[in-house]
């Protein structure tokens, strides 16, 4: 069955409340009326089809352990953050903070994302089909942020094990970033990603961007023995 | 945190109840003070000043001593000033006074009482609100919802650098520059540095937040001759810390941002209107069906939005 569920200016917790006993349900669930507002889809369960009509606020989808996520237009700061499983798709712009501290499932973003995109991301993946903005995959421990459309300035600053893959311009890089040619498997990886999104491209230029670990944590410490994910 | 908002109309209009909308969406970000600059139509001689008594006790001495400092520089109220009181123990009020000449000096002396009794805005338009608590409280009190412009700024407060203590609000008058207010989220690092080298060329500055610094300091670069484009990019590199703020003229509205990205602005301009906040379920609030927003997310932005539909793109 299909639900509507209207936001307008209703409580918050009240519209979350019934987006779980809809998806509990075994429901389909549109919430309408979404007016960018906060918090909107927030530690849905894992599994279930939720579309947001319209733009959200912050936070649309964090703690997401399952669900497929619809949102219609802009999403506001930190879509998924957090997030352990789940597909979350933006068919707009995503705001800052995109996927923070994700530890898996995948979040597509098919316009721009702002600042500091997968920010300490610890798993899963971020594909954006426009350009990843100032700072993105900073502090990124795991995981894998994939930028069709380029990449702000820098960019993929102080990575732990998180990749950033870039076809496109990359305004400047971040501290610490080493620029490696992908080989033809790790090429294969990213296109398993992309396939299923339909973004498979095999004229790409991508610039792979990893760690250099020339930071004071991995000079002066034993890093495996701080690498603790 | 703290939330800002913008708001231009093609006329003279509803400003303050859009300012109040806008900042009603935003009160989760800071419910300790609200603040209103609202740009009336500008009266053609003297200015209108808002001010605040920190004692309603001594609400007349203070009127009559602050009419005499006006005397002195030639200037007189027109009319009678309007009171605005309640439980509280400071109270507010809004006069026209003629044009007391050289508003530096002028206000230089004013200030002298300023540990009872504060101007907060003067200007031929610019018209500042603020007061503890809440939007709607704020509104209410001050009949914001009805005043009539054709821009303005908001903003809700969450006090980090200074008390919570109603002249400590913003929106924050560029003083002495007659008609200039700013409003901002985040925090200006270094601004007790700034602060000394415009004390040293004779600025005066009334309480201990961080935001008043930079209303005066762009003034100051404008008045040495910079456009205020130049002004607004000069800012981000030359004030440290995490920012974003707005600046209101009679021209318009102009906003910057630090080099780091922390602080978010969205807009949503349509058919020559603007309005702008820190999150955009403000300017929905605005603006309600679904329309394009402008993200400036980036570092290091700026931009002028002209007021009256004027164009003044940076």
Redesign the interface.
Known sequence: MSVIIEAGKRHIREVNQDIQAALAAGDEVTVTETLSRHNLGVGLPEQGDISFKGSVGYYCGGLNTGTKIDIERNAGWAVGEGMSDGHITVGGYAGMSCGAAMMGGTIHVKGNAGPRCGVAMKGGNIVVEGKIGYQSGFMAHRGKIIALGGAGESCADALWEGEVWVAGPVDSYGVDVKVIEPTAEEVAEVDKILDPLGLVDSSRDWRKMISGQRLWYFESRDASAWLMI | MCGIAGRILNAPGKVGHDLVELMDAQEHRGADSTGFAVYGAPIETGYILRCMGFDKASMDADLSDFRDILMAHGSDFVGEPTIVSDAAKHYCVRMVVKDPGDIARWIGDADDMSHRFEVQSCGRSLEIIKDTGGSVGVADKHGVRDMIGTHGLGHARLATESSVLPNASHPFWARPFPDVAIVHNGQITDYYTWREKLQRQGYRFLTENDSELIAVWVSDQMKQGLTAEQALRKSITSIDGVFTYMLARPEGIGFAKDRF?MK?IVAIEENGELAAAT???AV?RVF?D?CD?I?Y???SMMGIWGAGNRSLAA
Do not use: F, I, K
Request: charged share 40%.
């Open positions: 990205a978010p999150e955009e379920q929905r309600a679904e927003v993200n997310d980036g570092p």
